[in-house]
C-alpha cells in the first residue's frame, strides 16, 4: 500500500512530535536529525527546509511539549492557581526534563533568536499563561486590575528563577513557593482594601 504524501503543517507537526518524543526518550544530547526524519516516515531535507539546526527544531519541539503539558489551571482560586503552577515547574527541575533544558540552553546560549524564545519557555510557559491565570482572577474579583501587566503577571515564576540561578537548577522547598506566593504575588495582585468590600 502506497503511503499519503504529508505536507505542509501536517508534515512539520508530524516532525515536531517526532521531535518532541526524542526529546522526551533522548533527552537533547539524543535528539539527531536521522532519528527524527526517521520516527516522522520523513527525510532530513524536509526537517532542514524548516528548522536550519538541532538547536531550532530542539527549542521548537520543546515548545510543543509545554504547550501540550502545561495549560493554566483554573481551580477558581488565584493562590491556588499560582502554587500549582509553580509546583509543576518545581517537580520538572527533578526530572529529565531538566536535562533537556540544559542541553538547550547549552546549544541556544549563542544564538541571538533562540535563546530569548527557549527562555519564555524555561519557567513560565510564556506570559500569556500567567495573564490568563491574572485576568480570572480579576473577573473573580481577586485580584486588581491594575496587576494586569507581563512583568506582574510573571513576577512568581521570575522569583523561582532567581532561585534556581542561586542555588542551582534542583527543586526547591515548598516553603519557598508558598512564601514566594503569599508574600510577594497575592500582595503584589491584590485588590485595595477598600475595593474588597
Known amino acids: 500500500m502506497a ?27 539524543g535528539l539527531t536529525m536521522d532519528r527524527v526524519a526517521q520516527r516522522a516516515g520523513t527525510n532530513k531535507n524536509a526537517i532542514y527546509r524548516r528548522w536550519p539546526n538541532r538547536a531550532a527544531l530542539g527549542v521548537a519541539a520543546y515548545k510543543l511539549l509545554v ?31 531538566a536535562d533537556v533544558i540544559r542541553g538547550l540552553l547549552a546549544a541556544t546560549a549563542e544564538d541571538p533568536d533562540l535563546l530569548p524564545q527557549l527562555l519564555e519557555l524555561v519557567g513560565d510557559g510564556g ?11 480579576v473577573d473573580r474579583g ?39 506566593v503569599d508574600r510577594v504575588y497575592l500582595p503584589l495582585t491584590a485588590r485595595p482594601t477598600a475595593e474588597r468590600t
Open 3 to 29: 503511503q499519503v504524501r504529508r505536507r505542509g503543517a501536517v508534515l512539520e507537526q508530524a516532525i515536531l512530535r517526532a521531535a518532541a518524543d526524542e526529546l522526551t526518550e533522548s533527552g537533547y544530547a
Open 127 to 137: 506570559a500569556s499563561m500567567w495573564l490568563t491565570i491574572l485576568q480570572r482572577a
Open 142 to 180: 481577586q485580584a486588581a486590575p491594575e496587576s494586569l501587566h507581563p512583568r506582574v503577571a510573571t513576577v512568581a515564576v521570575t522569583l523561582l528563577r532567581n532561585e534556581y540561578a542561586s542555588h542551582g537548577l534542583r527543586p526547591v522547598g515548598d516553603d519557598v513557593l508558598v512564601e514566594i
Open 67 to 97: 504547550e501540550t503539558r502545561l495549560g493554566p489551571p483554573d481551580t477558581g482560586d488565584l493562590r491556588t492557581d499560582v502554587l500549582t503552577v509553580l509546583r509543576q515547574m518545581n517537580a520538572d527541575v527533578g526530572t529529565p526534563k
